[in-house]
């Protein structure tokens, strides 16, 4: 209702775990959604070739892990906020994976990405933004990537006409409630964002009717 009425989403509150425990409870909860599916996606995804791959809002660095299995001499940087950098350190020396990775603070809606990679890793970002954010965010994987480096979008991926899949056109309401600006896009707003941003040969990759569609591109 609130949002029905005031046109933005609710004002959050704390559990009474408190702010820290809740964000570590959601940083987690992306960790058991990802872990079951990331492993089969990677495979899906290959042969990828890469030697330095960047993790775009890392969280946990479920991500990262099933990449470094697949591509056992390859390194990866993970690139988020301080909380989530705390927790993707300790889950990587759980896994024994600490020194193949680089984990750096900062925010990528105001701080430049870590530069000289080839092959970026963008999961479950683009729902949270707007188009025009979704464009800069693009524009800073794209000047990160060396030329003939790859960017990989994992996200959902609506039909032309919005309504399917209906997970992912029920997930644009969710994100209209809980996001100042955030939606689900179609594959030709992705093609038109990463062309927008520099990128060549955007293609959907993998077609999924959740989250776990990917499209790729390439920068010459």
Do not use: C
């Not at 993790?55 to 909380?83: C, E, I, N, Q, Y």
Request: charge should be negative; hydrophobic fraction near 45%.
């Amino acid at each position: 209702p609130w949002t029905v009425k005031a046109g933005i989403p609710a004002p959050r509150t704390s559990s009474i775990r408190g702010p820290a425990a809740d964000l570590d409870a959601f940083i987690m909860a992306m960790n058991v959604v990802s872990r079951d599916v990331a492993d089969d996606l990677v495979r899906q995804l290959q042969p990828l070739q890469f030697r330095r791959m960047l993790d775009v809002g890392a969280g946990p660095g479920t991500w990262s892990h099933a990449f470094l299995r697949a591509v056992p001499k390859a390194t990866a940087v993970l690139f988020d906020l301080p909380h989530a950098i705390a927790l993707a350190r300790r889950q990587a020396e759980e896994l024994g994976l600490v020194d193949r990775m680089e984990f750096v603070v900062g925010n990528f809606y105001v701080d430049e990405l870590p530069q000289h990679v080839d092959f970026a890793w963008v999961s479950a970002i683009t729902h949270q933004n707007s188009r025009e954010q979704n464009r800069q965010l693009f524009e800073k994987v794209f000047r990160a990537l060396e030329p003939g480096g790859q960017i990989a979008i994992r996200d959902i991926v609506l039909e032309p006409d919005r309504t399917a899949p209906l997970e992912g056109a029920l997930f644009a309401v969710n994100m209209l409630v809980g996001t100042p600006a955030g939606g689900t896009y179609t594959l030709e707003e992705f093609r038109e964002d990463l062309l927008a941003a520099g990128f060549s040969e955007p293609h959907l990759r993998i077609r999924s009717d959740n989250m776990n569609s990917v499209i790729l591109a390439h920068r010459r």
